[in-house]
């Protein structure tokens, strides 16, 4: 009876062991696992809508410079401060691309709750970028939050991308590493990964492909 009882145990331990390996394991998801998204409304965007949340500005410099590509691609272009656009507008635009920064490796809840009050979207391609400030920011993970919100008003995602810069909060130490690593932050290649980051957008809202979340 004792023997049973320890294979019984051993053969639950195994079994629990099998499982948490699996969860750790990164999953690579066939597309028809995926989120099922809206079909686009549009694979020839004529008006987009670039928003943005900016306390020290450089998130608003990221945002600019979207807006202005975007132009240079023929796309009538609004770009505001998401505090003080009017969300009962956002079913009018084609595109609508929101950059946030990183507060405490997440969103920030005032953006969350925006996102979250929005009307139905259906249909309309969304991007997504953060900006932050160290190495370690959870930056993933927060832009993930942002089109999870607009996925679920409807939009479809088309692109997610991170710029780092200087951090905004000095550590008490100015001379720590990780503030060093930043300080010369955006750079020519920030500002080219953020015209990567917009080019592949657009071009996935052309091909009709979509991002998981």
């Given amino acids: 009876m004792l023997d049973s009882n320890v294979?019984?145990?051993?053969d639950f331990i195994k079994k629990s062991a099998v499982v948490v390996t699996a969860l750790c394991l990164p999953v690579s998801l066939p597309r028809e696992s995926l989120a099922a998204y809206p079909d686009l409304k549009t694979r020839t965007p004529k008006k987009a809508l670039v928003l943005w949340y900016s306390q020290t500005g450089q998130t608003r410099r990221y945002a600019k410079?979207?807006?202005?590509?975007?132009?240079?691609?023929?796309l009538t272009v609004d770009a505001h401060d998401m505090q003080e656009f009017d969300k009962n507008l956002l079913p009018d635009y084609d595109f609508i691309i929101v950059g946030t920064p990183v507060f405490y490796y997440d969103t920030p809840s005032n953006v969350s709750e925006w996102l979250?009050?929005?009307p139905s979207i259906s249909g309309t391609p969304v991007a997504a970028f953060v900006s932050f400030g160290g190495p370690e920011?959870?930056?993933?993970?927060?832009?993930?939050h942002v089109l999870e919100l607009m996925?679920?008003?409807?939009g479809v995602p088309v692109g997610r991308d991170a710029f780092r810069n200087i951090a905004?909060?000095?550590t008490a130490k100015w001379?720590?590493?990780k503030q060093i690593s930043g300080q010369h932050l955006p750079n020519a290649a920030t500002?080219?990964?953020?015209?990567?980051?917009?080019?592949?957008a657009m071009e996935k809202i052309t091909r009709g492909e979509t991002i998981s979340t």
Avoid: W
């Fill in 7 to 10: 294979d019984t145990r051993r």
């Fill in 65 to 74: 410079l979207i807006g202005c590509l975007l132009k240079e691609k023929g």
């Fill in 116 to 118: 979250a009050e929005m």
């Fill in 137 to 144: 920011g959870n930056q993933y993970n927060a832009s993930c």
């Fill in 151 to 154: 996925a679920g008003k409807g």
């Fill in 168 to 170: 905004s909060y000095p």
């Fill in 175 to 177: 001379n720590n590493s």
């Fill in 191 to 200: 500002f080219n990964q953020v015209r990567l980051f917009t080019a592949d």
